[in-house]
């Protein structure tokens, strides 16, 4: 079955970029049926959805409007892994990260929607503070 | 955006008894062209990530025990657990896939009486 292991940082400084990296195994990060994303948790926030990137002929991102002008997702297909990087953190980003699954539908032209997300990695507390 | 509330915020239900956990969308999550609602629940237990129960409204995930349950239409959905388990305890949250904009509810914490 697909698992997901994430590996980074748990603490960060404000204004630095977080980055964590999740390993697929299972699955393929290039596969066409599958968008790879990243979530995180917060007790101010709840589950947010922060972006994937996805396989279709080519490769495609896709980015919440809140976090959109400092995030990046990135496919290693070397590695079979994809990672998350956030730059200009804040206290506000404190949170547990989590990449997690999502199975492809609607998929036109400009892209493709999902599913719902399994499985999920286990979990990143990051902590940002000086 | 689509935003799911959840109702209540928490809940308390005694073993063996039935706990009901409400979603509302604020706009519908039901595709007219085939007829499915686009609403799946997750059960989440402390330190792990949330596990989907229920997608489709009412579909239960392979291995889910029968006495998860989902119900609803359009804009109002319920996760039912017909008679809690103490393995039940843990906070319950529902997302819609209807867009592209993925959206969860804000959770429903289930503890025991």
């Known amino acids: 079955q697909v698992q997901l292991q994430q590996s980074g940082p748990g603490l960060v400084k404000p204004s630095q970029t977080l980055s964590l990296t999740c390993v697929i195994s299972?699955?393929?990060?290039?596969?066409?049926?599958?968008?790879w994303n990243w979530i995180r948790q917060s007790p101010s926030r709840g589950l947010e959805w922060l972006g994937r990137t996805y396989y279709r002929s080519k490769w495609y991102n896709d980015y919440a409007e809140f976090v959109k002008s400092r995030i990046t997702i990135n496919p290693d297909t070397s590695k079979n892994q994809f990672s998350l990087q956030l730059n200009s953190v804040t206290p506000e980003d404190t949170a547990v990260y989590y990449c997690?699954?999502?199975?492809?539908?609607?998929?036109?032209?400009?892209?493709?929607?999902?599913?719902?997300?399994?499985?999920w990695g286990q979990g990143t507390l990051v902590t940002v503070s000086s | 955006d689509i935003v799911m509330t959840q109702s209540p915020d928490s809940l308390a239900v005694s073993l063996g008894e039935r706990a009901t956990i409400n979603c509302k969308s604020s706009?519908?999550?039901?595709?007219?062209?085939?007829?499915?609602?686009?609403l799946a629940w997750y059960q989440q237990k402390p330190g792990q990530p949330p596990k989907v129960l229920i997608s489709?409204?009412?579909t239960r995930e392979s291995g889910v025990p029968d006495r998860f349950s989902g119900s609803g239409s359009g804009t109002d959905f319920t996760l039912t657990i017909s008679s809690l388990q103490a393995e039940d305890v843990a906070v319950y949250y529902c997302?819609?896939?209807?867009?592209?904009?993925?959206?969860f509810g804000q959770g429903t914490r289930l503890e025991i009486k």
């Open positions: 997302q819609q896939y209807y867009t592209s904009l993925i959206t």
């Open positions: 706009r519908t999550v039901l595709y007219s062209s085939n007829n499915k609602n686009y």
């Open positions: 489709w409204a009412s």
């Open positions: 299972g699955d393929s990060v290039s596969s066409n049926s599958a968008a």
């Open positions: 997690a699954r999502g199975g492809l539908r609607g998929c036109s032209s400009g892209g493709c929607s999902i599913y719902w997300f399994d499985p």
